[in-house]
Structure formats: structure tokens, C-alpha cells
């Protein structure tokens, strides 16, 4: 108490600078989180570009990659229009499953009609071998179908987990 | 208060002011999170994208027109247009002196067939490439870049999965036969003998000898092709051959 008595403008300069101190401290707490989640963010907007442009790449692979059909070499994207024509999804999906297998990829490939997929309707065909349909991206591609001119289009989508 | 330390009241009480002015700004204006690399990112998604897009149909639809083109040019005996040697029973005639270049042939026949641009075509085994005159163009419908062009050559690259090698093959067996039936009194007979099994008179389906003077007419079978109907069909070579 002498202490304090004494020196009576110490205390109140004492509480000022802890209080300043606490303060402060918050302050740079919050401007940390800030910061890091600002750049968290940012890395998430930029990944989420790169991975529609990489499965976009893999989509492409996947359609060009060849395969046999009928005894005549040929590449999976005549493949799927001709099981599409013939009604044949057991074909397409188990080219398909080959091909995620080969590359072990994970992720769905699903075959519209163009009008139906613009509709919002179901899919003709299928193949998927993904547990959880969240985190993955999707790639959008149309097949000219000049021997169907019913279907003169249809729609590919391939979906990939990250 | 000692007033020397009265600025340590106003430092906090000017940062907690600060705090909630831009809280309540930021409730009313919008401030978005920017990616990194943004003008990178934009250009992969909306020039990059669409490009590869745009070249995808190129090798789809060159892809339909190759195919054709092949079986078009083996029913020609090679050739876009008529053999040097002339034609019997409206047949392109194959000899010695008379064999096509068949890239070159393949090419013009091609170029024929496709609407649009003209290409040159060259062939790697079972992979066809074909390099176009004019460019692609892609824009952009971001506001920000709709002044940029994205500007690419528009070529096309398709595994055919056919070789061209079969036409050397066809030379070879060509040549095998002229130098064995060649002045031989009984044609048949030694085309009979001599020909491969592959090789069928007149037709591939009839396979019925018919001569014109010393020229007979010929269907050789070759691999299968993918036909616009996703079945395969069969490439046949058709030509007369002199026998002098």
C-alpha cells in the first residue's frame, strides 16, 4: 500500500498500458484471421479454376483414349456414341470402369441427350465408382451423333473427385 | 491521469472505432475474395477452354470425314481422280509404272470431302494430322477481357485406327502377281494359283473372273474401319490390273 501510495500516477499508467496491451494483442489476432482466411479463400477460388481446367484435360483424354469396338480400333468417344444409338449402357460402362481403373481416378461419367440434359432430364446412361459425391469437379463436352437425327447431339458429363 | 499516458486511451478507443466502421461497411459493400493468379485463371477458363472446345469438334468432325475419305480412296484404287494408266470396266488401273502416292492422294480426297478450311494431311501409322490454313479465334464474354483474342491454328489430330501400310502391302502383292502371270496364256488359271485369298475378282462379294482383253478387274479386302454407323466395315480396294 506505501508502494502505491507513493507512486499514485504508477497504478493508473499500469492499467493504461495493460489495457493497451490486451488490446493490441486482440487486434493482431484479428487481423491475423483476417489475413488467413482472406488467402485460404483465395487459394480455394484459384484451385477450384485449375481443377475445372484439369478435369476439362481429363474429360478430353478420356473421349480420345482409345479403344476396340467390334473388332475395329477406335476411340471412346465413338464408343459411347455407338452404345448411345444401340442402347448398349453395359458396354459403355464397362469401357468406362477400364478406363477409371487404368488411371484410378475416381468419379461419375454420365451420357444425355443435349435436350434432355438442357431440360434437366435423367441421363440414358451411367458409370460411376465414387463413394462421396462431394469435392468433385465437372466437365461438360458435346458428340456430334450424325448417324441419329433424333439425338443429332448429346451430352457428355464427366465428373472427377479432387 | 497522468497525461502523458492519456494517448493510450484514445489509441484503443480510435481501433475499436476503426473495427466497427469497417463491419458495418462491409456488410453494405460487397468485398468479394479474388482468386490468385486471377488474369492467369481466366485465361485457362474462358480462351483455353473454349479452344480445346473448339478443336474436340474439329477432330470429331474430321474424324467422320477421314473414315469416309479411306474407304473412298480404296474404292478409287488410290487415287482422288483417275489413274494415269486409264480405267477399264470403270475401274482405276494399277501396274507397274501406274501406283498412287497415297498421302498425297489421301489428302486431296480428304480436302474433297470436308467443308471448310483445307488441311494438309499427313499420316503416322494408325494417326492422321491435319494442319489447317486458316486460325481459330475465341472471345471472351467477361466484360473485363472482351477486347482479347485468343487466336490458334486450327489443326486436328484422329487415331484413324487403320494403316496405310495396307496399300504397300497391296503393291508388293501387286507386283508378286504381274511378274508370275505376266504373258501367261491362261490367266485365270494363274491368277487362280498366284493371287491371295483376299484378293477377289470383279467383286468382293461375286469373286467372278471377267477380263477385258488382258485386264481384269479386281477386289482386294482389307481391315475393318469404323463406318458412320459404329459397326465395321470392310476397307476394299478396287482396281483393274493389265496383264500385257
Redesign the interface.
Known sequence: MRLFKDKK?FL??MM??I??TV??VL?LI?IGGVLYF?VS???D??M???N??DT??TH?FF??T?TN???????M??LI??AF??NNPNLFEAKTKGFFNKYDLEGAVEVYNAQDYIQKKDYKMSFSNRFISSGETESV????N??NKNVPLITVVFKKNE | ??KK?SI??W??LF??GA?TFFIIMSHSVDVS?????EWQ??F??DF??QG??DL??L???A??VLRKSVLQLAARGGYYEDSPCGKTFGLNKLGLNCFPEVSQEFGLTFNELFKGDTFDVSIEG?EVRGKGKKMLNVTSLNPQYNMAIYEFPQNFHV?L??SFNEYEVLKSELLEILQKCNQNNDLNACLDQHKKVNWKYTDCGSNQFKVEGRTVPFCVKGS???S?????ADVEYKFAVDFP
Not at chain 1, 469396338?69 to 476411340?75: A, D, I, P
Not at chain 1, 463436352?141 to 456430334?144: D, G, K, S, Y
Not at chain 2, 458412320?228 to 465395321?232: I, K
Open positions: 500516477g493508473d499508467d493504461d498500458f489495457f493497451m488490446l493490441l487486434g484479428l482472406n479463400d483465395n487459394k477460388v484459384t477450384e479454376k485449375i475445372f481446367v476439362t484435360r478430353l473421349l480420345n482409345a469396338l467390334n473388332g475395329v480400333q477406335t476411340t468417344q465413338d456414341l455407338y444409338n444401340k463436352l458435346q458428340l456430334v450424325p448417324t | 491521469m497522468n499516458a493510450f486511451h489509441i484503443p481501433l475499436i473495427f475474395v479474388k482468386e490468385k493468379g485463371t481466366t485457362l477458363q483455353v477452354y480445346e472446345q474436340h469438334n477432330d470429331q468432325n474424324g467422320i494408325q487415331l485406327g487403320y475393318k474401319i469404323l458412320e454407323f459404329g459397326n465395321g
